[in-house]
């Protein structure tokens, strides 16, 4: 089996990703790698320079940055907001806005959760209350629109819609956890539906892709647990169960493939394990609780070892984490260092915590080595943080930011 880009210009044309871009939640490959090099780890104690920031309104989306812009999602009184932005300067290029119907119960905030989705030209933008626009990116003109929620009727979730859709085979895929209708897959071009499959309720985990025997897979983490399934005819190949029994659990971490593996792994004592697709059915190579338990960070992975966080964010109390692929070994865990996101960029790892703090460190499974570390934002830092071109953006409850790392 074989990762292949699937966010930007590399959908079904085999046409390649622009290195500088970060069209979707955790990069080109949706997996937290991105190729850049030469960046500058050499910070001041007052941290890498901060080019630009603006204020923005609510929200738990992750921006996506593509063609030198930059797509934010966020929610200003009762209207969502999908806004485009200069990368270099911050400039406001355009904005695109319609009433939110999205209450939130938990007071986890009342913005979109999902990073958009930038491919061949278009912005897919999945609210919280179910809705789905296509937006032009270079204008920000309207091209379809649909409201899943009303359309399929799926069970409301605890924290509101989260997983946002990807392109794979050329499908867009969505899920949006109804009976009959755990995924969707709609036209691009149209948002004509193409085919809906299974019945599992909606995660908070991204699809991602994968290739057996020559096909492509799409590979999605949802409620229930695994399910593969391929991405040209919705048909179903592998399902494995692998979920909390509190009813208030999420399966959050998007899946990592390597080859013909699949790397698992939630919390609420749920825990990690890695799977062989193979056969009738999917093998399992490990699974405990004591390895990489993520509440909701998706690990990285370098060579043979992840790099994650372990454990929840109540207290600070989750640890960074080394743990061996193949066996679940734990190599090393830094204590108490809260939740973050964790990406693979020039040769290390670079660290983005919930408290705004960045970490810099070798991606080395003998020890934890750090090399650099600074506070650039306030605030609480949940949204995924986009690599793009030497810039690193940020957001958090209120401002988005721009820090220079080349």
């Known amino acids: 089996m074989t990762r292949s880009l699937?966010?930007?210009?590399?959908?079904?044309?085999?046409?390649p990703a622009i290195a500088a871009d970060w069209p979707c939640l955790l990069g080109p490959t949706r997996d937290g790698q991105s190729t850049e090099v030469g960046l500058n780890w050499e910070w001041p104690k007052e941290g890498p320079p901060i080019t630009w920031k603006m204020e923005i309104g609510s929200g738990l989306a992750g921006v996506s940055v593509a063609g030198g812009s930059v797509f934010v999602f966020h929610r200003v009184e009762k209207d969502d907001v999908l806004q485009a932005v200069d990368a270099a300067t911050g400039k406001e290029l355009w904005k695109f806005s319609y009433p939110s119907k999205f209450i939130d119960d938990y007071r986890?905030?009342?913005?979109p959760r999902c990073t958009p989705l930038v491919s061949k030209g278009t912005v897919f933008a999945?609210?919280?209350d179910g809705q789905l626009h296509a937006v032009d990116a270079k204008s920000g003109k309207l091209l379809w629109a649909k409201n899943l929620s009303k359309e399929y009727e799926p069970p409301q979730g605890y924290f509101g819609v989260g997983a946002g859709p990807a392109i794979i085979a050329g499908n867009l895929l969505v899920k949006v956890g109804a009976k009959g209708a755990s995924i969707v897959?709609?036209?691009?071009?149209?948002?004509?539906e193409v085919w809906k499959i299974a019945d599992d309720a909606a995660s908070y985990s991204a699809i991602t892709e994968a290739?057996?025997?020559?096909?492509?897979?799409?590979v999605a983490f949802t409620r229930a647990g695994l399910l593969v399934l391929d991405a040209k005819s919705g048909e179903v190949r592998y399902t494995k169960a692998w979920r909390s029994r509190l009813d208030a659990s999420v399966n959050a971490a998007t899946p990592i493939v390597r080859k013909d593996e699949v790397f698992l792994t939630a919390s609420y004592g749920t825990g990690a394990t890695l799977l062989k697709?193979?056969?009738?059915?999917?093998?399992?190579?490990?699974?405990?609780?004591?390895?990489?338990?993520?509440?909701?960070?998706?690990?990285v992975r370098v060579g043979d070892h992840l790099y994650g966080i372990d454990g929840r964010q109540e207290g600070k109390s989750a640890r960074l984490r080394c743990v061996?692929?193949?066996?679940?070994?734990?190599m090393w865990s830094k204590e108490k260092f809260g939740c973050a996101h964790v990406i693979a960029v020039d040769g290390g790892l670079l660290a983005v915590s919930e408290d705004g703090e960045l970490t810099r460190f070798d991606a080395s499974p003998k020890a934890?080595?750090?090399?650099?570390?600074?506070?650039?934002?306030?605030?609480?830092?949940?949204?995924?943080?986009a690599l793009a071109d030497g810039r690193l953006f940020l957001r958090n409850e209120s401002k988005l930011i721009c820090v220079k790392l080349k």
């Open 6 to 15: 699937f966010c930007l210009f590399a959908i079904a044309l085999s046409t």
């Open 108 to 111: 986890v905030g009342d913005g």
């Open 126 to 128: 999945y609210a919280a």
């Open 185 to 192: 897959a709609f036209d691009p071009a149209t948002g004509k």
């Open 211 to 218: 290739t057996l025997d020559d096909k492509t897979y799409a």
């Open 277 to 299: 697709l193979k056969g009738n059915e999917p093998d399992e190579i490990w699974a405990n609780d004591k390895s990489m338990s993520s509440q909701f960070n998706t690990p």
């Open 324 to 330: 061996e692929w193949a066996t679940g070994k734990v």
């Open 368 to 385: 934890f080595v750090e090399k650099a570390k600074a506070t650039v934002v306030d605030g609480v830092v949940r949204a995924a943080p």
